[in-house]
């Protein structure tokens, strides 16, 4: 089974709307992190945010939040006013396991998110 | 800049040849990771290390993949006998030991093997 569902392949949103991007997870740990990460054309991976198994409350950074569901395994992404700069892949990423032991990630399969001006 | 980074950036080589690539991390992070990525599909698991020990590899590093951090800073990754299967962007991230564990890559080296 799958680790991580990333069920929309591409998205497009209008500018300065909010979009949601999916992601689904499958873990039997019940320690882990769940990361979203931004991959524009030019290839690089920015970390965006991070929610732990733990945290009772929703992450932020800025535009971003996590829509943390953790009885459905659901950690949605959520841009508020997009940007033309938000065009980009999305990649949404789990790290099972305390993070005081190292672990490695296990990435979905990414959206392909289109802003339109 | 202090964020990781990669070297070379892109790298063209013939099949059969041997291929080298390093990459610095943010330096007061212990953890040193390897990741492959072909188009169209996430990041896959190589290698990690913490200090300069190498604590685990995935079953995709065949033996023709060697990874080493000799003295816990920079790692290299070295590709034997080139195939065009190890086509791919590698990257590399590195981390923090704390409450998240983050994990920050670097541009990436893309290879292609012709």
């Known amino acids: 089974a799958q680790k991580i569902t990333q069920t929309q392949p591409g998205m497009f949103v209008q500018e300065k709307e909010a979009v949601t991007l999916d992601c689904t997870y499958d873990t039997s740990d019940q320690s882990y992190g769940l990361f979203w990460y931004k991959q524009p054309s030019s290839g690089e991976m920015i970390f965006l945010i991070y929610?732990?198994?733990?945290?009772?409350q929703n992450a932020t950074e800025g535009r971003y939040s996590l829509n943390f569901q953790k009885a459905r395994k659901s950690a949605n992404l959520v841009i508020s006013a997009s940007q033309l700069g938000d065009s980009a892949m999305y990649f949404c990423?789990?790290?099972?396991?305390?993070?005081?032991?190292?672990?490695?990630?296990?990435f979905g399969s990414g959206t392909q998110l289109t802003v339109l001006p | 800049d202090t964020g990781v980074s990669q070297d070379p950036r892109h790298k063209i080589t013939k099949r059969g040849q041997n291929v080298t690539f390093r990459c610095d991390p943010i330096s007061e992070h212990n953890r040193l990771y390897w990741y492959r990525q072909t188009l169209g599909q996430g990041p896959e698991f190589l290698t990690y290390f913490q200090n300069e020990a190498q604590l685990e590899k995935s079953r995709l590093l065949s033996d023709r993949f060697s990874a080493e951090r000799p003295k816990g800073s920079f790692s290299t990754l070295e590709i034997q006998r080139t195939e065009q299967g190890d086509s791919a962007m590698y990257l590399c991230a590195s981390s923090l030991r704390d409450f998240s564990d983050t994990q920050y890559f670097g541009p990436g080296t893309r290879l292609t093997v012709l």
């Open positions: 929610q732990g198994s733990y945290d009772e």
């Open positions: 990423a789990m790290r099972e396991g305390l993070s005081g032991s190292a672990r490695q990630l296990t």
